[in-house]
C-alpha cells in the first residue's frame, strides 16, 4: 500500500494486524459503542464491533532520504508485557526488501516515541546480539521522550525494550536525540503532539502543495475521531492527549491532509471531515 504528497511517496509495510482483543487498549470501545459507528466497518471494525489494528512501519521516500517512521515489534524479542508478542518470527525485513527497500539503504529512522511497538526493528538478533537493523541510518528519537524513558528505566514494562532496542542504538552511536519540532528534509518535519507519552511527535509531509500526517499513537484507533475524548490506557497523561487529539483533529478536518495512522487497519489512511459534533476518516 502507498500513498504519493508531491515528489514524497509513502508506503506501509505490515507486521501484524489483528481484529478484537485492542479493549485492554481502548476500554470505552465497546462493541456496542463500536457498531453505531457505520463508517469504521469493513476497514477499522468487524460487523461484530471488534476493533481492527494494525502494526506496521511506514517508509518515506523523499527526492533526498529514505526514512522508516516507526519499527514495530520486531523478532525474536522477550520480556514483553504482551504475551503474543514475544519470539515473534514475522517476514517484516524480507517484505521491506520485497518491497524494494533494503535495510541497508534506510538513511534515516524516525520512533515517534519509544514504547515497545515502535523500536523493535531498530534492532535484530545475530549471534546472540542485538545489532542494528539499519546500520546506514541515523536513528532520530525525541529528547523529551528519551530522557523521559531512560529515568523509568526500572519500570518493568520498559527496561526490557530499552535494553534490546534503544540501548544497542544508543551505544552504537547511531541516535540523534532531536527537539519535537525536528525538520529532517525539506519535505518532512516532526510535530509535537504530546500526550500519550511526553516527548510524542506526529510526522508532517508537505511537497508540491499537497501534504500528510502520519500519526503516531495520539490517535490509536480512528474510532477516536468520532470520539476524541477516548483515551488509551497507554496514554501517559490522558486530559494532555485528549486536547492533543481535539485540537489536531479541529486543524485536520480544516484542512485538506492525508491522515496516515500508525495504527490504522485496512486503508489505513483518509481525511478528515466533519460529522455531526465530531468528525470521520473520509476517502
Ligand atoms: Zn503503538
Given at each position: 500500500m502507498k500513498w504519493r504528497i508531491g515528489e514524497v511517496t509513502v508506503a506501509k509495510i505490515v507486521e501484524l494486524e489483528v481484529t478484537g482483543g485492542s479493549r485492554f487498549i481502548l476500554?470505552?470501545?465497546t462493541p456496542e459503542a463500536i457498531?453505531?459507528?457505520?463508517?469504521?466497518?469493513p476497514d477499522f471494525a468487524d460487523e461484530r464491533g471488534r476493533l481492527r489494528m494494525s502494526i506496521h512501519a511506514l517508509v518515506v521516500e523523499t527526492p533526498s532520504r529514505r526514512i522508516v517512521v516507526d519499527t514495530c515489534l520486531g523478532n525474536d524479542k522477550a520480556n514483553r508485557r504482551i504475551p503474543t508478542w514475544n519470539n515473534l518470527q514475522t517476514s517484516f525485513l524480507g517484505d521491506l526488501a520485497a518491497a524494494?527497500?533494503?535495510?541497508?539503504?534506510?538513511?534515516t529512522v524516525i520512533c515517534t516515541h519509544l514504547h515497545v511497538d515502535h523500536v523493535g526493528w531498530n534492532t535484530m538478533l545475530v549471534e546472540d546480539q542485538w545489532v542494528p537493523t539499519f546500520p546506514k541510518a541515523r536513528y532520530l528519537m525525541g529528547r523529551i521522550e528519551f530522557t523521559h524513558w531512560i529515568s523509568q528505566h526500572e519500570r518493568e514494562d520498559m527496561s526490557a525494550v530499552l535494553a534490546d532496542s534503544v540501548t544497542p542504538v544508543r551505544e552504537a552511536g547511531l541516535v540523534d536525540l532531536v527537539e519535537t519540532?525536528?525538520?529532517?528534509?525539506?519535505e518532512v518535519n516532526l510535530v509535537p503532539t504530546p500526550g500519550h507519552t511526553p516527548g510524542h511527535v506526529s510526522v508532517r509531509i508537505a511537497s508540491l502543495g499537497e501534504e500528510a500526517l502520519i500519526t503516531g499513537d495520539f490517535m490509536h484507533h480512528p474510532c477516536q475521531i468520532a470520539h476524541p475524548g477516548w483515551s488509551s490506557t497507554a496514554d501517559s497523561d490522558p486530559v494532555e492527549a485528549r486536547l492533543t487529539r481535539e485540537r489536531s483533529l479541529t486543524h485536520l478536518g480544516n484542512t485538506p491532509v492525508l491522515v496516515i495512522g500508525t495504527h490504522f487497519a485496512g486503508r489505513t489512511a483518509g481525511h478528515v471531515v466533519r460529522d455531526g459534533d465530531a468528525y470521520r476518516l473520509a476517502e
Open positions: 476500554p470505552q470501545a457498531i453505531p459507528i457505520e463508517w469504521l466497518r524494494g527497500y533494503g535495510r541497508e539503504t534506510i538513511d519540532d525536528h525538520r529532517i528534509c525539506d
